[in-house]
T-cell receptor, first 114, second 114 residues
């Protein structure tokens, strides 16, 4: 089955700086890579995803890049703001299970200091 | 739309007690999931239901049972709770088809087993 590694586990940045979170996956057949944001006391929420037919996708201050050769993908947040403070999870499909199943990374706790 | 709802929000059990966590979605989704979230471990899949009438084990099913009551509802039962089951439990749902889609998460149930 799929294995997803996520780094770093914690990340602290100053407001306005950029933040980068990296994930690697093991199954070369994987073709869908979502990122979820979990605010304190809430369930995770999808913020951006990328499919394997593109190398980069942007949505305002967030972007995701994908390198299928190296089997890694990254989340980039520019001009960070205090409300970006949260736990972020990457994920990849688990083809060992039913269609729709995801394997999640262990999460990155991002702290943005004002 | 309420999205995905979970009850209860908090629960304290003694070792050996049983309880059922309830989950319902109003988005007409086919697939539903139960995850547990532990510090440093990310989200781990307990059980899932790809469609009404089917359930399958995920990564960490031991000690749990599930019921897909109808298309809307998916419950998780702990028959004899153990301290190792202290965790935050999340229910999620998604449409399924030929490609992956966003999973929508509930607000979670925080369970403590003494």
């Amino acid at each position: 089955g799929e294995n997803v590694e996520q780094h770093p586990s914690t990340l602290s940045v100053q407001e306005g700086d950029s933040a980068v979170i990296k994930c690697t996956y093991s199954d070369s057949a994987s073709n869908y890579f979502p990122w979820y944001k979990q605010e304190l006391g809430k369930g995770p929420q999808l913020i951006i995803d990328i499919r394997s037919n593109v190398g980069e996708k942007k949505d305002q201050r967030i972007a995701v890049t994908l390198n299928k050769t190296a089997k890694h993908f990254s989340l980039h947040i520019t001009e960070t703001q205090p409300e970006d403070s949260a736990v972020y999870f990457c994920a990849a499909p688990n083809y060992g299970g039913s269609q729709g199943n995801l394997i999640f990374g262990k999460g990155t706790k991002l702290s943005v200091k004002p | 739309n309420a999205g995905v709802t979970q009850t209860p929000k908090f629960q304290v059990l003694k070792t050996g007690q049983s309880m059922t966590l309830q989950c319902a979605q109003d988005m007409n989704h086919n697939s539903m999931y139960w995850y547990r979230q532990d510090p440093g471990m990310g989200l781990r899949l307990i059980y899932y239901s790809a469609s009404e009438g089917t359930t399958d084990k995920g990564e960490v099913p031991n000690g749990y049972n599930v019921s897909r009551l109808n298309k809307r509802e998916f419950s998780l039962r702990l028959e004899s709770a153990a301290p190792s089951q202290t965790s935050v439990y999340f229910c999620a749902s998604t449409t399924t088809g030929n490609s992956y889609n966003e999973q929508f998460f509930g607000p979670g149930t925080r369970l403590t087993v003494l």
